[in-house]
């Protein structure tokens, strides 16, 4: 009844009639469209005509990231390179052999890459240019989604549920419970080596991965993101954020 959801697919199925609302803060777009270090590549416009690729097209940093290109550079990266679509793992590994000459990947992958600087080199990161333009990061990755019955249903319960998933965020922004939790989970969650791991810690520390806030100004902002995207014509029509973006704390 209430999950971190990807928010692009939680927008297509609000407009198809499901009565979902946006609660809270959650993952942000924090991958990064990275080239190998040693390729003359410097900006998303080197990569008109050239071979972008991603897991996917449907994902929502996909989404997002194509709708920030088209706004920023006018590249609409399905239209103006040679699209490559593949399985994330098999994505890193064209890269590596130069069978691509950039890539969208997931998240683990995406700091995989981040920490290997001396063979990958990020080009653009969609979190950084929708905050030099708007104050905020993405927040349509993986927002707080509920039905919102669940809400209605103990409006109590569902405001502590996004406060403690808020702190968890801010709780992970700390070093050494990070350093706890990678020790516990770090297999699972694809944290390979210490590199991966300082990352990892960098990017907490500097509010790159996750939004722990769901207020006024955050909640227009992300629907402005909304309307861009829309305008680009990677969205459809927006819903009403005073419906649709409940706030509860």
Not at 88 to 114: C, E, H, W
Not at 223 to 242: D, H, N
């Amino acid at each position: 009844m209430v999950t971190t959801y990807m928010g692009t697919a939680a927008i297509a199925r609000i407009n198809k009639g499901l009565d979902w609302v946006i609660i809270g803060g959650g993952l942000t777009v924090m991958q990064e469209v990275f080239v190998l270090k040693s390729s003359p590549f410097k900006s998303i416009n080197d990569l008109r005509g050239k071979k972008f690729s991603s897991w996917s097209t449907g994902a929502g940093a996909f989404k997002a990231t194509r709708a920030v290109i088209m706004d920023g550079f006018g590249i609409d990266v399905l239209k103006d390179t040679a699209f490559v679509q593949a399985a994330a793992p098999a994505l890193f590994k064209l890269l590596q052999r130069g069978n691509v000459d950039s890539m969208l990947n997931i998240s683990s992958l995406t700091i995989a890459a981040a920490a290997q600087p001396d063979k990958y080199r990020s080009i653009f990161a969609p979190n950084a240019y929708w905050k030099k333009k708007t104050g905020h990061a993405i927040g349509w990755s993986a927002p707080i989604v509920a039905w919102r019955s669940w809400v209605d249903e103990d409006r109590a319960r569902a405001k502590a549920h996004v406060k403690a998933t808020h702190e968890s965020f801010k709780w992970l922004r700390n070093p050494a419970n990070l350093d706890a939790a990678v020790k516990k989970y770090g297999t699972l969650a694809a944290v390979k080596n210490q590199a991966q791991a300082n990352v990892y810690k960098k990017w907490l520390s500097e509010g790159k991965v996750f939004m722990s806030t769901w207020d006024a100004k955050t909640r227009a902002n992300q629907w402005e993101f909304l309307k861009m995207a829309a305008k680009r014509g990677v969205l459809g029509k927006v819903p009403s954020m005073e419906k649709h973006g409940l706030i509860l704390e």
